[in-house]
């Protein structure tokens, strides 16, 4: 995997690169298809990569954490993914659920939750998505209702990663009134073997030893501390945390994508046409530059977005670009490597097939590429308005 960074990265970032491809070389290519085919993920993998702190890297040293910042842990997501971008998923939730429950949750809720997260002894999903909203992330039925010390929650979660295999979630609901739209939601920290709760997995195209599917929530009680900071502040708290976790799922694909360049550079060069390795044909190197080319544009600006995050800047716009452009491109370059293998390509033998399928469901998980547009979109437009103002004032 080429190191677009080598000469920046300091010896302590490089260190835990290092951790993190020699972890993914060695424990998770190997088993990239069969964790495919047996659509579970490993408790003993888990457990392994959070020993190795590859998991929540980002979270406070308190709780186990490395305390490492938004750039530092996008390398560990990238050389994850390279090996198996379903096994970064437990780094996506890891991080993105992490900090929300470092930063909102009742100290109690904090200690019991974040160290099992941390060393792999605990998953932990989230419970935004409803069936009749998609897109429409604020617009929740499923309620939370208090009694006394308690929260009953009725409803239903949907499209939730790891939705048979996580231990708990971070469930966002409704507290408000419907009609007070995002204002009224609330997320809580709800364990996921709780009287009430009924767990369906979907048949989806990839990502399955991940999992995919709908929590059902029948009058579900969870302590009154389990309210994720204050009533109302839930959709906020959630929306602030997606700028993080889309840069991080740009650098997935780039990891998935990756691998499939590197291989098709070797294969290139071991296979023959005509009495000449297939190397020597312009036709077949120039879509493999041109790929090599589009992730390393993709790459930079994944990596530009975390560190304008790291120095506490602006970048909601760039968190969009990369959420919007990495899975696109991701699966354009993985297709052309398929085909760059011929017949053997398209066989399931090979694990082109598998990225590409994988690759997809990111095109539409944490929001799809027209939500991303759109958010570019409003920031650009409300730039230049806001130019236009200053202009007049003056």
Not at 123 to 129: A, F, I, M, N, Q
Request: glycine fraction near 12%; aromatic fraction near 8%.
């Amino acid at each position: 995997m080429p190191n677009a960074f080598e000469q920046i990265l300091t010896d302590e970032q490089r260190s835990y690169q290092e951790v993190a491809e020699r972890f993914a070389a060695e424990r998770l290519a190997p088993g990239y298809q069969e964790r495919d085919a047996s659509e579970m993920l490993d408790p003993g993998i888990i457990r392994e990569m959070g020993a190795l702190g590859l998991i929540g890297s980002d979270l406070p040293e308190e709780f186990g954490g490395l305390g490492l910042d938004g750039f530092t842990n996008g390398l560990l997501f990238e050389a994850i993914a390279h090996a198996d971008i379903n096994v970064g998923y437990l780094q996506l939730v890891g991080s993105l659920m992490g900090k929300v429950i470092a930063k909102f949750a009742h100290p109690e809720v904090s200690a019991q939750w974040l160290p099992k997260i941390i060393a792999g002894e605990a998953v932990v999903g989230l419970g935004l998505t409803e069936p009749r909203g998609g897109s429409d992330a604020a617009n929740l039925i499923l309620r939370a209702q208090r009694v006394g010390d308690e929260y009953i929650l009725d409803g239903e979660k949907t499209s939730m990663s790891f939705s048979d295999q996580a231990d708990g979630a971070v469930v966002f609901a409704r507290t408000g009134k419907a009609d007070d739209g995002a204002r009224g939601v609330s997320g809580f920290m709800v364990p996921l073997d709780l009287p009430g709760i009924k767990r369906t997995r979907f048949r989806d195209v990839g990502t399955k030893c991940v999992g995919r599917g709908s929590v059902f929530f029948d009058s579900v009680r969870i302590p009154a501390n389990h309210l994720l900071g204050s009533e109302g502040g839930g959709f906020v708290q959630i929306m602030q945390g997606f700028d993080y976790s889309r840069a991080l799922i740009g650098l997935q694909c780039m990891g998935a994508a990756q691998a499939s360049v590197d291989e098709s550079w070797t294969y290139i060069q071991e296979r023959e046409a005509f009495g000449s390795p297939l190397a020597r044909y312009q036709g077949v190197t120039f879509p493999l530059a041109e790929a090599d080319t589009m992730l390393m544009a993709c790459r930079q600006l994944c990596y530009h977005t975390l560190r304008l995050r790291d120095l506490g800047k602006e970048h909601t716009a760039e968190a969009a670009m990369c959420k919007w452009l990495g899975p696109k491109t991701a699966v354009d370059v993985i297709h052309q490597c398929l085909l760059t293998h011929g017949h053997y390509g398209y066989t399931m033998d090979m694990a082109h097939q598998q990225r590409l399928r994988d690759v997809m469901g990111l095109e539409i998980g944490d929001g799809t590429a027209q939500i991303m547009k759109m958010i570019v979109a409003r920031r650009r437009i409300g730039s230049i308005a806001a130019q236009h103002q200053t202009r007049r004032q003056a």
